[in-house]
């Protein structure tokens, strides 16, 4: 709708949403007590060592969250001496898969789309990332079936650490 609103708050409104449709009762504190459970999320066991592995090569995040939600996990997760940039879409006031955000990478990293391998557990992002010009692998974890979106991964892992070196 070209109304853009930060991951913080879209995700409070679709929490409030869910409260109120399912019937539930939350206070006040409850509901910023699950809101900042989303600052201190846990990155899975094998992420730090496997992009210790990719090293010298710039490894960076572009996600749909919000910078001050993308900092604070960065940094509760240990990640932070990983990655030499962390991307929100909040630079170009729009979500993935916006081609606007996909340029980001580039831009920030230097490297021409095509050169850099762009990782994601989402389906829908491995579409718009590869719609972009990324080479493009998809963490599929939960070894769930191909969504018929017309573009595919190059390479299917299903950790991280089982990315091609």
Not at 106 to 130: C, H, M, Q, T, Y
Request: with cysteine; net charge negative.
């Amino acid at each position: 709708m070209r109304r853009y609103e930060d991951f913080w708050a879209v995700t409070e409104a679709a929490l409030r949403h869910a409260v109120l449709r399912l019937g539930l009762t939350a206070t006040e504190a409850q509901l910023h007590r699950l809101m900042d459970a989303y600052l201190t999320l846990a990155c899975f066991p094998e992420v730090p060592a496997a992009l210790e592995r990719l090293a010298p090569r710039p490894r960076a995040i572009l996600s749909n969250g919000a910078p001050h939600m993308l900092d604070a996990v960065v940094e509760s997760s240990g990640l932070a001496r990983h990655l030499g940039h962390v991307l929100s879409v909040d630079a170009v006031k729009t979500y993935k898969p916006s081609p606007e955000v996909y340029a980001l990478g580039p831009r920030a990293l230097g490297i021409p789309a095509d050169e850099l391998l762009f990782v994601s557990s989402n389906a829908w992002d491995v579409a718009g990332a590869k719609a972009f010009g990324y080479q493009v692998a998809w963490c599929n974890r939960a070894n769930a079936p191909e969504e018929a979106l017309g573009l595919r991964a190059d390479v299917v892992v299903a950790r991280l650490d089982q990315l091609p070196q």
